[in-house]
């Protein structure tokens, strides 16, 4: 079946999300009319009214210019899925609350669409998946007994980066056939031609690898932070000596909470697919998820916090963002109700939590904060009050 018979010429599933929409947008912007299927009215009819269901700094305006130009509409009507030549799937794919991934997320979402599918598309899976999911819905395809071609192109942007990182990164490129290959690298040639061509389950890894890394280095920093704060030293002071010109070093992060929805999860995906022989994988996640009891522990020597009110700035999973997915500040809350007299918390960007109070209000209540996330917000903030900051972002060091 060729092209001509498609009306647009990408179907994004899952296409209000925080990857989906940004994808969707930039696409659209570099002429592609593209439809956006998401199970979300309410998000959907967002979209339709040029609205971003969240904060992606740039993509408003773009949203609406493609919106304005019809490039870009958003529907739940699953019909959509046969409506374009190239289908991407950008679902989430969380890890349950046992950790465990679930492999069938994606099959089970396409399985539902799947009276939709037509010979001739191209169906691109863009979330991060557990390896194996590309070969599950190979087989999925042929049972079908639909001519679809599969490929696996893993999201590579960091949230808050969307509208630069489309235009600029690399795209990883897999498909078991050449056909598959070529008809996905000319997918992606309209964001870079840019492309790294591996196979699927090279890609699988490829992205599980990726932000496992990430994640293990927060966890070595968060380590060493420990470690330092212990002897009454400063993590921050020593890692400016050790990256001072250093080439070898220079990209050791700052110690600060390591949270949201990818790193974590997709370390516990890697540490499933190993039958959970991922000692590094598991250590991090001790570290990483560790580091909120850690301050609290800290701040307990320093202060009787049962009598204390403590206040937290920034409850976003990282700075700059509206996303509270797996955020720290939200562990890091739990802990202080039962141990703290009381707790109040704001966010700059948070829009979807009616216990928030505004920073003045916290500032003025509170006898100590703690830096939750490191919005620029506070980066100016003027207070007598103790405010152990992890992160360094006032610039007064880092030991609790
Ligand atoms: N968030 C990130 O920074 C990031 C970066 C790279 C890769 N990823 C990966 O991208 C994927 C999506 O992550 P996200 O953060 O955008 O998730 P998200 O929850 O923000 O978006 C997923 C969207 O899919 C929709 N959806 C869910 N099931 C559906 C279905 N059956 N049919 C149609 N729509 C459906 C949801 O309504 C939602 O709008 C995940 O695999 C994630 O690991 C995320």
Not at 2 to 22: E, K, M, N, R, Y
Request: proline share 5%; glycine share 8%.
């Amino acid at each position: 079946m060729s092209a001509q018979t498609f009306s647009a010429d990408v179907v994004v599933i899952g296409g209000c999300g925080h990857v989906g929409l940004p994808l969707a947008i930039v696409l659209a912007q570099r002429g592609a009319s593209v439809v956006v299927y998401d199970v979300s009215e309410e998000a959907v009819k967002l979209v339709n009214r040029a609205v971003l269901p969240f904060d992606e700094p740039g993509a408003g305006p773009v949203l609406e210019r493609v919106v304005a130009d019809g490039r870009l509409r958003a529907t739940t009507d699953p019909a959509a899925v046969g409506l374009a030549e190239n289908v991407v799937v950008v679902i989430g794919t969380p890890v349950d609350e046992h950790l465990n991934p679930d492999p069938h997320a994606i099959p089970r979402a396409l399985r539902a669409a799947a009276e939709h599918f037509r010979d001739g598309q191209l169906l691109v899976l863009r979330s991060t998946v557990y390896p194996g999911v590309t070969a599950l819905v190979e087989r999925l395809v042929a049972e079908l007994g639909r001519d679809i071609d599969v490929a696996f192109c893993p999201e590579r942007i960091a949230e808050g980066r969307a509208m630069v990182e489309l235009h600029a990164l690399p795209q990883i490129v897999a498909s078991r056939t050449q056909r598959g290959q070529d008809r996905a690298g000319a997918l992606f040639s309209r964001l870079t031609e840019d492309l790294v061509f591996v196979t699927p389950e090279e890609a699988e890894l490829a992205k599980l690898f990726t932000n496992t890394w990430r994640y293990i280095k927060f966890a070595t920093a968060n380590q060493f932070y420990m470690m330092a704060n212990d002897r009454g030293l400063d993590f921050e002071r020593i890692r400016t000596a050790i990256t001072h010109d250093y080439p070898r070093a220079a990209d050791m992060p700052g110690a600060g909470f390591a949270a949201g929805p990818c790193l974590f999860k997709d370390t516990m995906q890697l540490a499933a697919f190993s039958n959970n022989n991922f000692a590094l994988g598991h250590s991090a996640m001790l570290v990483n998820e560790g580091l909120p009891l850690y301050l609290v522990d800290r701040a307990e020597r320093e202060y009787d916090l049962r009598n204390k009110t403590v206040g937290i700035l920034g409850m976003a999973f990282k700075a700059g963002s509206d996303d509270i997915r797996s955020s720290l500040s939200y562990k890091l809350r739990r802990i202080l109700e039962f141990k703290a007299g009381a707790v109040l918390c704001t966010d700059p960007k948070v829009t979807v939590d009616d216990r928030l109070l505004p920073l003045a209000e916290v500032i003025e209540r509170s006898d100590v904060l703690i830096i939750g996330a490191p919005h620029e917000e506070y980066r100016s903030l003027v207070t007598d009050k103790p405010v152990i900051d992890v992160w360094n972002l006032l610039g007064n060091g880092v030991r609790v």
